[in-house]
T-cell receptor, first 114, second 109 residues
Framework: NAGVTQTPKFQVLKTGQSMTLQCAQD?????MSWYRQDPGMGLRLIHY???????DQGEVPNGYNVSRSTTEDFPLRLLSAAPSQTSVYFC?????????????FGPGTRLTVT | RKEVEQDPGPFNVPEGATVAFNCTYS??????FFWYRQDCRKEPKLLMSVYSSGNEDGRFTAQLNRASQYISLLIRDSKLSDSATYLCVVNRGFNKFYFGSGTKLNVKP
């Protein structure tokens, strides 16, 4: 199993450009999430999905869109990049086990917006 | 107020020392609790879940106090390889996880 994969690993965008960060998992997990991590801020939830076709907003959804057409894939779209979106982005998948949820993370995408 | 608060550290300890980290969470509806470990420029990885009765995994012991909304992690006999940032995480059901900003541990020879 590859686990959770993310592409690209690094990306530089100019202000106003759009792009899609890719995330895929091969563990058949029902739940997937996107986080951003900024220095001193911890991970903050952007969007999450509880199954194919079902998504919802997290703490910091503005400027981002998601869709979940398959169990495996959960892409994150930046609509019009801003310098404030410079961050490290992590995708995670999770499953429920005895009422608790365990998450597995991808290696991250380091995004710089100039 | 942040959902999960942790002392950022760093905690600088010699090899073999015992070190304890604490975290508090603000929402009493939080259902499950975890410690994750994050190495520099890497993804977080699950270290252990935290149960109300307390639980141990080798040199690591985690405790939960629901009344005080407080979680702890104790590391005994610290190794150089324990140097990392430790993230306190709470879950409020479904896929809603809230992360603390992490406590940095440096274990020195």
């Amino acid at each position: 199993n590859a686990g959770v994969t993310q592409t690209p690993k690094f990306q530089v965008l100019k202000t106003g450009q759009s792009m899609t960060l890719q995330c895929a998992q091969d563990m058949n997990h029902e739940y997937m999430s996107w986080y951003r991590q900024d220095p001193g801020m911890g991970l903050r939830l952007i969007h999450y999905s509880v199954g194919a076709g079902i998504t919802d907003q997290g703490e910091v959804p503005n400027g981002y869109n998601v869709s979940r057409s398959t169990t495996e894939d959960f892409p994150l779209r930046l609509l019009s990049a801003a310098p404030s979106q410079t961050s490290v982005y992590f995708c995670a998948s999770s499953y429920e086990a005895s009422g608790s949820y365990e998450q597995y993370f991808g290696p991250g995408t380091r995004l710089t917006v100039t | 107020r942040k959902e999960v608060e942790q002392d950022p550290g760093p905690f600088n300890v010699p090899e073999g020392a015992t070190v304890a980290f604490n975290c508090t969470y603000s929402n009493s509806a939080s259902q499950s609790f975890f410690w994750y470990r994050q190495d520099c420029r890497k993804e977080p990885k699950l270290l252990m879940s935290v149960y109300s009765s307390g639980n141990e995994d080798g040199r690591f012991t985690a405790q939960l106090n629901r009344a005080s909304q407080y979680i702890s992690l104790l590391i005994r006999d610290s190794k150089l390889s324990d140097s990392a940032t430790y993230l306190c995480v709470v879950n409020r059901g479904f896929n809603k996880f809230y992360f603390g900003s992490g406590t940095k541990l440096n274990v020195k020879p």
